[in-house]
């Protein structure tokens, strides 16, 4: 399968929105806990394969805005899981020569986690193969608002620049500044949805929805959705015959 996959062609950047880890528990007479426990798994799997292939960024969608509503018991179970987990895989991380980054309001979660993901972020920084980032208390429109927001503030102030297009400017002020749109989003167990995440970043960003529930998620499958993309054509707005004159 890997054989399969064209160097050279690879996206940048992989996003992945994470799911199905309740129906797999759920399969198994289990607690909605258990397919999060289990899902650690595939995290790795995807991020030692990512590193490996030379994609520069990943992107994991892990808490969403929206997940704040769901049972205590289901949050406060995530967290700790979040806190046992990062302290764990520094190793992992160290070994792959990987870089972590976090995006999402990191404020909102409870102080141990910030603390854990920042010494995380501290210890890998010096890393220079695959960035990893973890979009945690995130969504879409709380990223494009809080560009917004400082924008706003910055006007106030009277600095914002003028000799900047207004779009760039914008995407500075994303938390994915620097970071290039994903090529690739990949969703897990056939939902057919953005679910607020990347909104801005996604505009022309190939979607491809994997069956597969995420904790039984593994390299072949992420080699099958590299592939996959690789048999795409991009046009962005263009025809097919103008793109085939002057191939990429
Ligand atoms: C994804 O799995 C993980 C998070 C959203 C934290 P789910 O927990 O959404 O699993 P399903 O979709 O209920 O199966
Ligand atoms: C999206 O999954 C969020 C994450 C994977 C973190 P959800 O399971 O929360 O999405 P919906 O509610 O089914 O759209
Ligand atoms: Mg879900």
Same mark, same amino acid.
């Given at each position: 399968?890997?054989?399969?996959?064209?160097?050279? /062609? @690879?996206?940048?950047?992989?996003?992945?929105?994470?799911?199905?880890?309740?129906?797999?528990?759920?399969?198994? /007479?289990?607690?909605?806990?258990?397919?999060?426990?289990?899902?650690?798994?595939?995290?790795? $799997?995807?991020?030692?394969?990512?590193?490996?292939?030379?994609?520069?960024?990943?992107?994991?969608?892990?808490?969403?805005?929206?997940?704040?509503?769901?049972?205590?018991?289901?949050?406060?179970?995530?967290? *700790? @899981?979040?806190?046992? %987990?990062?302290?764990?895989?520094?190793?992992? =991380?160290?070994?792959?020569?990987?870089?972590?980054?976090?995006?999402?309001?990191?404020?909102?979660?409870?102080?141990?986690?910030?603390? +854990? @993901?920042?010494?995380?972020?501290?210890?890998?920084?010096?890393?220079?193969?695959? %960035?990893?980032?973890?979009?945690?208390?995130?969504? /879409?429109?709380?990223?494009?608002?809080?560009?917004?927001?400082?924008?706003?503030?910055? &006007?106030?102030?009277?600095?914002?620049?003028?000799?900047?297009?207004?779009?760039?400017?914008? $995407?500075?002020? =994303?938390?994915?500044?620097?970071?290039?749109?994903?090529?690739?989003?990949?969703? %897990?167990? /056939? $939902?057919?949805?953005?679910?607020?995440?990347? @909104?801005? &970043?996604?505009?022309?960003? +190939?979607?491809?929805?994997?069956?597969?529930?995420?904790?039984?998620?593994?390299?072949?499958?992420?080699?099958?959705?590299?592939?996959?993309?690789?048999?795409?054509?991009?046009?962005?707005?263009?025809?097919?015959? &103008?793109? *085939?004159?002057?191939?990429?």
């Amino acid at each position: 399968m890997k054989e399969l996959i064209d160097i050279e /062609g @690879l996206p940048k950047h992989v996003a992945v929105i994470m799911d199905g880890n309740g129906r797999w528990a759920k399969k198994k /007479g289990a607690m909605r806990i258990f397919g999060h426990k289990n899902a650690i798994k595939a995290v790795r $799997e995807v991020t030692e394969a990512s590193a490996e292939l030379g994609i520069q960024y990943l992107t994991l969608y892990a808490f969403s805005t929206e997940n704040w509503a769901r049972p205590k018991d289901e949050v406060d179970g995530l967290m *700790q @899981l979040l806190v046992s %987990t990062i302290r764990k895989e520094i190793k992992t =991380l160290t070994n792959n020569n990987v870089r972590l980054l976090t995006i999402g309001d990191i404020q909102s979660l409870p102080a141990s986690c910030q603390e +854990e @993901l920042q010494e995380a972020v501290r210890m890998t920084a010096h890393h220079t193969g695959l %960035t990893l980032i973890l979009a945690l208390s995130y969504s /879409g429109r709380w990223d494009i608002l809080s560009a917004v927001k400082q924008l706003m503030e910055a &006007q106030a102030q009277g600095t914002l620049p003028t000799d900047v297009p207004l779009e760039e400017l914008f $995407e500075q002020h =994303l938390s994915t500044a620097n970071i290039p749109d994903p090529e690739l989003l990949i969703r %897990t167990s /056939g $939902e057919m949805r953005i679910s607020n995440f990347l @909104l801005w &970043q996604l505009a022309y960003t +190939e979607i491809y929805i994997s069956p597969i529930l995420w904790p039984d998620f593994r390299r072949a499958h992420l080699y099958e959705a590299l592939i996959a993309y690789q048999q795409r054509e991009r046009r962005f707005g263009k025809t097919s015959e &103008q793109l *085939q004159k002057h191939p990429q």
